[in-house]
């Protein structure tokens, strides 16, 4: 969250002086040079060409940590429901939230959902809490 914080001012800072600069250009118009304007022009389409980037940074950033943050959770999830479904026989298993399945009906009876969260919730439970890794590892592929 500090670097959140720590972006959305850097942001608002950019944001702002980009504000004042357009506002002075609309306000002072006719009493600007036209070097002074031209300044001014490309003193905005510096500052909305860092802000864009700004943005971009940050949204790259944050699917980057998003994703290092869930891997852990993802691979433990993996083993759990992987454990349950060979211990039941099942041979697929659907995930059933997507938008891009063509599941067209599923009996809630047929829903592993709690049961695969309780498992989690378990497993987790019972590890030892573990200092965070300074790079997570990569994902193995699946076996054959």
């Given at each position: 969250m500090?670097?959140?914080?720590?972006?959305?001012k850097?942001?608002?800072?950019?944001?702002?002086?980009?504000?004042?600069?357009?506002?002075?250009?609309?306000?002072?118009?006719?009493?600007?040079?036209?070097?002074?304007?031209?300044?001014?022009?490309?003193?905005?389409?510096?500052?909305?060409?860092?802000?864009?980037?700004?943005?971009?940074?940050?949204?790259?950033?944050?699917?980057?940590?998003?994703?290092?943050?869930f891997?852990p959770?993802?691979?433990?999830?993996?083993?759990?429901?992987?454990?349950?479904?060979?211990?039941?026989?099942?041979?697929?298993?659907?995930?059933?939230?997507?938008?891009a399945?063509?599941?067209?009906?599923?009996?809630?009876?047929?829903?592993?959902?709690t049961?695969?969260?309780?498992?989690?919730?378990?497993?987790?439970?019972?590890?030892?809490?573990?200092?965070?890794?300074?790079?997570?590892?990569?994902?193995?592929?699946?076996?054959?």
């Amino acid at each position: 969250m500090a670097e959140v914080n720590k972006r959305q001012k850097d942001f608002e800072g950019k944001q702002k002086s980009l504000t004042d600069a357009q506002n002075k250009l609309q306000t002072q118009a006719q009493v600007l040079t036209d070097t002074v304007k031209a300044d001014l022009n490309r003193q905005i389409d510096k500052l909305n060409t860092e802000l864009q980037r700004m943005n971009d940074d940050a949204q790259k950033d944050l699917g980057d940590l998003q994703q290092q943050l869930f891997r852990p959770i993802m691979e433990q999830t993996q083993k759990v429901l992987q454990a349950y479904s060979v211990e039941n026989g099942f041979a697929v298993v659907f995930d059933v939230s997507s938008q891009a399945n063509s599941i067209i009906y599923v009996q809630d009876v047929a829903d592993i959902t709690t049961e695969i969260i309780r498992r989690v919730d378990a497993t987790v439970a019972k590890a030892p809490a573990a200092a965070p890794a300074a790079a997570p590892k990569p994902a193995e592929p699946p076996k054959k």
